[in-house]
């Protein structure tokens, strides 16, 4: 069985996007990201999703065709991230 890895805390998302954007975790850049995150629920709905689709391909540990992974990249607007 495949193990699962924990599920990031929003503390280390933020390090991330922050640590992508060349910022401060503590820069007004971040903070008024994490703002914004907090309080979109177009993100929160975004976000869920994507969470939701890599568990299903982790859990199930599904294979799938380049081509596939490559649209629903572009769907999720993460096709820069491949």
Do not use: W
């Amino acid at each position: 069985m495949t193990e699962i890895e924990p599920k990031p805390k929003c503390k280390d998302v933020m390090q991330h996007i922050c640590e992508s954007l060349g910022e401060n975790l503590d820069s007004d850049k971040c903070v008024a990201i994490k703002h914004h995150l907090d309080n979109c629920s177009d993100c929160k709905s975004y976000f869920k999703t994507v969470e939701l689709t890599i568990d299903y391909y982790k859990k199930y540990n599904v294979d799938i065709p380049k081509e596939t992974h490559s649209r629903l990249m572009n769907f999720l607007d993460l096709s820069d991230c491949e």
